[in-house]
């Protein structure tokens, strides 16, 4: 079940809200608890009925690697414990999500012929793993006061961010759960859930969406060699991503703010950033929060000078690389960002401001070219991209508009095209308007009934728009 479905947005969403709040009203608290928790499961289990039992023993384990913490042990006992938790946690997610990585490279290397094998790669696993292992680091740090295993499973599996977060802690979503206030409807916080959700809506089915045909049929017939398609393609691939990924966060805030759950913001305008750090600190910053607190800070952060400061930069964009699949092209988009990133730093220490102006399009114009390592199978392709979009070696072709379409005129059958509209309104959207966040705040604080006429007419449009429910782009994370 898709967020961008008519399936969850008309029946599964106002079900479940319904059944909730009415089991809080005659004061069936727990019951309302249990019901949301079985009702993610089953959300979960729509796209795949055996995901469910890999999730909830991931949940028992967890919760059991958590309660070994309470027994009275300390100084060495403790630490092995966490050190057998992370590790069995790292061990799962490494073996789940890259099995064929490791089947491929095994058959070239032994006689066994691994590619009988098939494993299926459980949704979200990253995320639900990433909030597991910071509950049990929390837990050996004792800042974790004690949760049933009910409080602790709801954590883990509420559905709007169960498959592809935010990634939340323990402590921003628990309590929110059993504070009394929450367990009633609020009119504030369903206009909140319904914007969000609207807006996240129209980013993914006309945004993302939108720019997804271009994107595949350049990929599909692999034209890197034309300097007009090479701009345009990176262009289209870092706004498909953005408004793919905070698409779907906005509906994952939006749902939670129905039931009353207020959760992290994972984006602040990154491509307002005016530096690719900064951009770092807007992009998936809960993400970015769980790298830093829990690699980065460990490592030293930057405590310890610059050199190490660097290096621990390295490692976590390397790590990142790998989260994000074990490939070398990967892999090297995570180091080059580590190195721009420490670049950065260097650059803090000479003191020299860099025009504010200059600063976001000298940034903007890098991760157009970093996209060469996100949109391309293999390094070839994305050095062929690379230097095609600097000339080198470059074609030509004609540009012309058809039906407020950007065509590139190839050769035939080639007929690239991407909407202009859609190009140009993603530019001063992402680039000069205000992100979900402080949009909500207007709409709410405003009490203005044509900004609400207008949201109806929104979602009716963005609802129309679903031709049909395509997966968003860190499901496979």
């Known amino acids: 079940m898709l967020f961008n479905s008519i399936e969850y947005l008309l029946l599964f969403l106002p079900f479940v809200f319904i059944i909730y709040f009415t089991l809080n009203k005659f004061k069936l608290c727990k019951a309302a608890r249990i019901f949301l928790l079985l009702a993610s ?20 384990f967890n919760y059991f690697i958590s309660y070994l913490f309470k027994i009275n042990i300390t100084g060495l006992k403790r630490k092995l414990i966490l050190t057998f938790g992370i590790t069995a946690n790292i061990l799962i997610l490494i073996f789940f999500k890259y099995f064929d990585f490791l089947k491929e490279t095994l058959s070239n290397i032994t006689f066994i012929p691994f590619n009988t094998f098939d494993i299926i790669l459980p949704l979200g696993i990253s995320f639900f793993t990433m909030q597991q292992i910071s509950f049990l680091v929390d837990c050996y740090k004792k800042d974790v006061i004690e949760y049933n295993i009910l409080d602790y499973a709801l954590f883990i599996c509420f559905f709007p961010q169960l498959v592809s977060g935010p990634i939340i802690r323990h402590q921003e979503m628990i309590p929110q759960f059993m504070d ?37 049929f350049i990929a599909d017939n692999q034209i890197y060699n034309d300097f007009g398609i090479s701009w345009i393609l990176g262009i289209a691939k870092i706004f498909q991503g953005y408004f793919d990924f905070s698409g779907y966060c906005d509906i994952a805030l939006g749902s939670a703010f129905l039931f009353n759950i207020n959760l992290p913001w994972n984006f602040n305008s990154p491509y307002k950033a005016q530096s690719i750090a900064d951009y770092w600190n807007r992009w998936n ?10 690699i980065f800070m460990p490592l030293g952060g930057c405590s310890k000078g610059l050199f190490r400061y660097c290096i621990n930069v390295m490692v976590v964009f390397f790590i990142y690389g790998c989260w994000q699949y074990i490939n070398f092209v990967n892999i090297l988009y995570g180091i080059i960002n580590g190195i721009l990133v420490c670049i950065n730093k260097i650059w803090e220490k000479t003191n020299i401001k860099i025009p504010k102006p200059f600063s976001i399009t000298l940034t903007f114009i890098t991760l157009i070219l970093l996209s060469t390592f996100i949109m391309t199978k293999d390094l070839s392709q994305s050095i062929t991209l690379l230097k095609t979009m600097f000339g080198i070696n470059a074609q030509y072709s004609d540009i012309t508009f058809i039906d407020w379409n950007l065509a590139f005129m190839l050769q035939p059958p080639h007929n690239a095209q991407v909407n202009i509209v859609l190009l140009l309104s993603s530019f001063v959207i992402l680039l000069f308007g205000k992100n979900s966040n402080e949009l909500a705040q207007i709409y709410v604080k405003s009490n203005n009934t044509l900004y609400t006429i207008i949201l109806v007419l929104t979602f009716i449009f963005a609802t129309l728009s679903i031709t049909k429910s395509t997966e968003f782009l860190y499901f496979v994370f």
Do not use: C, H, W
């Not at 909140?192 to 006309?206: A, E, S």
């Not at 910053?285 to 829990?294: A, G, Q, S």
């Open 41 to 60: 499961l089953y959300f979960y289990g729509s796209y795949r009925k055996e995901y469910v039992p890999i999730i909830l023993v991931s949940i028992l």
């Open 180 to 216: 009394i206030k929450n367990k009633v409807i609020n009119q504030d916080n369903i206009f909140i859930g319904i914007f969000l959700i609207t807006v996240g809506l129209l980013k993914k089915t006309v945004f993302s969406d939108g720019f997804a045909g271009f994107i595949t």
């Open 285 to 294: 910053m809960t993400l970015m929060r769980f790298l830093k607190d829990y």
